[in-house]
């Protein structure tokens, strides 16, 4: 459900390419109808990322993330949402990105970053 059909108006992403290569992506999407442990209200997108493992902990998330929220604000989205395992370590490189805690979905930490706007 996160990608199934990607191209919506309202569907948002960037590539990262290292060295002509795509490393990653980071997209997010609007569900409505209260699908996916990120979901928070019909107007929120909620976030993925991936990186392929040989560019994984070597800094590239981070602006990966920061590229795929610019554009998000761009968009004209006020928050976006993603769901974390307890013991992701990336948890904070998403606080550095701007995203809070807001509470569980079942085991994993629910976060949201507001645009500054």
Known sequence: ???EGWGKTTDVGVVAVVDGQDAGACW???ISGGDG???VDDATPQLGIALEPRYQHRG???PLMQAA???AW???FRQVSLTVHPENPAISMYEACGFCKQGLRGS???M???SAA
């Open 28 to 30: 997010m999407r609007l």
């Open 108 to 110: 994993y930490h629910l």
């Open 60 to 62: 590239f998330g981070k």
């Open 112 to 114: 949201i970053a507001k």
């Open 69 to 71: 929220l610019t554009a």
């Open 1 to 3: 459900m996160y990608a």
């Open 74 to 76: 761009e968009h004209g």
């Open 37 to 39: 442990l990120g979901y």
